[in-house]
């Protein structure tokens, strides 16, 4: 049995627990992970499609498959946070990494689509930092 770890959503209305039995980190930089994130990429986290416990709002996620590309994205119907969900194949639970509480261990081990990157992102990351808004 894995390390237990914490997810949500935004609002709370979902929460869910996962066992840290990851297989797969990936960054992945595609046209519609862009998209469906308003960001550079999208953290998602495998691991297998039974690794999951629903504590709360499993009646509140709504699901959207792409029909061009495999591509699926579950979501809260509240405040839109994006929450796992099994890939459209049927192999995989995909773990948003942003929507856990608790870190995971594993790191990203591969960036996917990443020609596909928008030119932003690599001057984006190196950037000045703040630990706030800048004043």
């Known amino acids: 049995m894995g390390n237990q770890l914490n997810g949500r959503c935004l609002c709370g209305e ?6 840290e ?3 797969a980190f990936y960054l992945c930089h595609c046209a519609q992970c862009q998209k469906v994130t308003g960001s550079g990429f999208a953290a998602n986290i495998l691991t297998s499609p039974d690794n999951i416990n629903w504590l709360s709002g499993s009646d509140k996620i709504t ?3 792409d029909s ?3 591509f699926s994205k579950a979501f809260c119907q509240i405040c839109g946070s994006g929450v796992p969900h099994i890939n459209k194949s049927g192999t995989n639970l995909v773990v948003p990494a942003g929507s856990l509480v608790d870190q995971p261990l594993k ?3 591969a960036n996917l689509f990443h020609p596909e990157s928008p030119r932003w992102l690599k001057h984006g990351l ?10």
């Open 14 to 19: 979902v929460s869910y627990r996962v066992e």
């Open 21 to 23: 039995r990851f297989h």
């Open 63 to 65: 699901n959207y498959e």
């Open 68 to 70: 061009l590309r495999s």
């Open 107 to 109: 790191s990203p081990t």
């Open 126 to 135: 190196l950037a000045k930092s703040f630990d706030g808004y800048p004043e």
